[in-house]
């Protein structure tokens, strides 16, 4: 299936209201091509309604980096989905290592958000990886194995429009440091057996994204490789030179 190649910046806790919105504003005059690349902005929760706003009647998408599982209640200090979308947000960055590592987010919670996501009709980037210490073991696969199993409890199908996986190995977070070609390349056709044997044949047109130390230098090295539908980019994202740089090197050098 020829699918669109997906480019998504993750800002974690990076620009305010006012930088960020001139940021998309810039980068929305700046991107030319933009049917060839789904290009999705996940700034912090103060700055979505304006970045939403800001980016209406565009092709661009907005994204959330982390919602709460329940709908409402005395959760202080989380959202819901149902908050999100009303402000019309339509992706959730779900599972991401440091949710995992510095906030202590289990497998269990991650299930529970992505249920909460898909039920709200929003759509999950779903984050799996592992660390430096399992790749040392050996068990980059058991763990990829698990957390998808994990995280995908409970679904009886998936629909390749309505979920985002990022593979994204922890020790390449932020760090400098890419995975190889080859481990990209076999974690991904891992990712997609283990979808093809937990649902149908169409769970291998799920997009698989890369992330982890993506910059302009490397981008188009990681979109040729097999099995590789974009990026999940954290540093790179924050800047709109290397951010746009990447896009125009997915652009023209994905296959599909
Ligand atoms: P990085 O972050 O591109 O800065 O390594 C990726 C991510 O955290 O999603």
């Not at 209201?17 to 996940?42: A, M, Q, T, W, Y």
């Not at 919602?67 to 019309?88: D, P, R, W, Y």
């Not at 896009?247 to 296959?255: D, G, P």
């Amino acid at each position: 299936m020829n699918i669109k190649p997906i480019v998504a910046g993750n800002w974690k806790m990076y620009k305010t209201l006012s930088e960020g919105v001139s940021f998309v504003g810039n980068i929305r005059k700046r991107i030319l091509d933009k049917e060839k690349v789904k290009v999705i902005f996940c700034p912090p929760f103060n700055s979505l309604f304006s970045i939403v706003e800001t980016l209406d009647g565009t092709s661009f998408g907005v994204g959330a980096q982390n919602a709460h599982h329940e709908s409402q209640g005395a959760f202080t200090g989380e959202i819901s989905v149902e908050m999100l979308k009303s402000m019309g947000v339509q992706y959730v960055i779900i599972g991401h290592s440091e949710r995992r590592h510095i906030f202590g987010e289990s497998d269990t919670w991650v299930n529970r958000k992505i249920h909460a996501v898909l039920d709200g009709g929003l759509i999950p980037i779903f984050c799996i990886g592992e660390s430096l210490e399992d790749r040392q073991k050996n068990q980059t696969m058991e763990i990829l194995h698990r957390q998808i199993k994990m995280g995908l409890d409970g679904l009886d199908f998936i629909d390749p429009e309505k979920i985002i996986i990022a593979y994204e190995p922890v020790w390449a977070i932020g760090t400098g440091e890419t995975a190889t070609r080859d481990q990209v390349a076999e974690a991904h056709e891992s990712v997609k057996s283990i979808l093809c044997e937990m649902f149908d044949e169409q769970s291998s047109s799920v997009p698989i994204l890369y992330g982890g130390s993506v910059n302009e230098k490397n981008a188009t090295e990681l979109i040729e490789t097999e099995g590789v539908d974009g990026f999940l980019i954290g540093g790179a994202s924050l800047k709109e030179d290397s951010f746009c740089s990447i896009i125009a090197q997915v652009t023209t050098n994905y296959k599909g």
